[in-house]
């Protein structure tokens, strides 16, 4: 089984997808379709979209939306828990984390000086929020640098994937959101993203590039 993940060429919100593949030990390659002249050949018009096909290269399954791929993949290769009452605490967190970017995107598109100062606002409350759960996680789960047990979890990597967003790739349009972001993160937070980092499930792909402990903390 092999599978062809599409997106735009960068980090944006499939950093979480890459993690996964990566983690899974799975055989997967990245296409970067021609966008917009490429929208119409995406399920709904939409991306990031993950391919999975079978041992002989015919595709057996298609799925759009990043959340949606995230946990088809976290629950495929157990990165989810079977508990659905544990694996909805860490759904949760990755919605709260979607609610963050989404605030992130109003001061993209936002036409007025108004409507961006408004949405800059409500990302640094929802960021807040997000950072404060995160570090209660942390703490509770006895600071070993993960939220949920002793294993690389989904919540973890949807994390990572979140701040490598925030720091290494929103920046370039927003060159305040770096700052912003690292002046409000907790030595707990700090600590989840170096130990993602340095997991060896992960580490083929978050040893490509600059460090994003590294930028963290600079």
């Given at each position: 089984?092999?599978y062809?993940?599409?997106?735009?060429?960068?980090?944006?919100?499939a950093?979480?997808?890459?993690?996964?593949?990566?983690?899974?030990?799975?055989?997967?390659?990245?296409?970067?379709?021609?966008?917009?002249?490429?929208?119409?050949?995406?399920?709904h018009?939409?991306?990031?979209?993950?391919?999975?096909?079978?041992?002989?290269?015919s595709?057996?399954?298609?799925?759009?939306?990043?959340?949606?791929i995230?946990?088809?993949?976290?629950?495929?290769?157990?990165?989810?828990?079977?508990?659905?009452?544990?694996?909805?605490?860490?759904?949760?967190?990755?919605?709260?984390?979607?609610?963050?970017?989404?605030?992130?995107?109003g001061?993209?598109?936002?036409?007025?000086?108004?409507d961006?100062?408004?949405?800059?606002?409500?990302?640094?409350?929802?960021?807040?929020?997000?950072?404060?759960?995160?570090?209660?996680?942390?703490?509770?789960?006895?600071?070993?640098?993960?939220?949920?047990?002793e294993?690389?979890?989904?919540?973890?990597?949807?994390?990572?994937?979140f701040?490598?967003n925030?720091?290494?790739?929103?920046?370039?349009?927003?060159?305040?959101?770096?700052?912003?972001?690292?002046?409000?993160?907790?030595?707990?937070?700090?600590?989840?993203?170096?130990?993602?980092?340095?997991?060896?499930?992960?580490?083929?792909?978050?040893?490509?590039?600059?460090?994003?402990?590294?930028m963290?903390?600079?």
């Amino acid at each position: 089984m092999t599978y062809v993940l599409r997106y735009f060429d960068g980090i944006g919100i499939a950093e979480a997808l890459r993690l996964l593949l990566t983690a899974a030990g799975a055989e997967w390659t990245e296409e970067h379709p021609e966008w917009p002249l490429e929208k119409h050949n995406q399920p709904h018009g939409r991306m990031p979209v993950l391919i999975e096909k079978s041992g002989n290269g015919s595709v057996d399954f298609v799925i759009c939306e990043s959340g949606c791929i995230e946990r088809y993949l976290s629950r495929k290769y157990g990165f989810l828990p079977a508990d659905l009452k544990q694996a909805a605490h860490q759904e949760q967190l990755r919605d709260l984390i979607h609610d963050v970017n989404y605030a992130l995107a109003g001061r993209i598109t936002c036409k007025c000086e108004k409507d961006k100062e408004e949405s800059n606002a409500k990302f640094k409350v929802l960021l807040d929020k997000v950072i404060d759960e995160q570090s209660r996680l942390i703490k509770d789960n006895g600071s070993t640098g993960r939220m949920f047990g002793e294993q690389l979890s989904y919540a973890d990597i949807a994390s990572y994937g979140f701040y490598k967003n925030l720091i290494q790739s929103a920046a370039q349009v927003l060159p305040d959101v770096a700052d912003i972001v690292k002046h409000k993160l907790t030595p707990e937070v700090i600590k989840l993203i170096s130990t993602v980092e340095a997991d060896p499930l992960v580490k083929k792909h978050t040893s490509k590039g600059e460090s994003l402990s590294a930028m963290a903390t600079a």
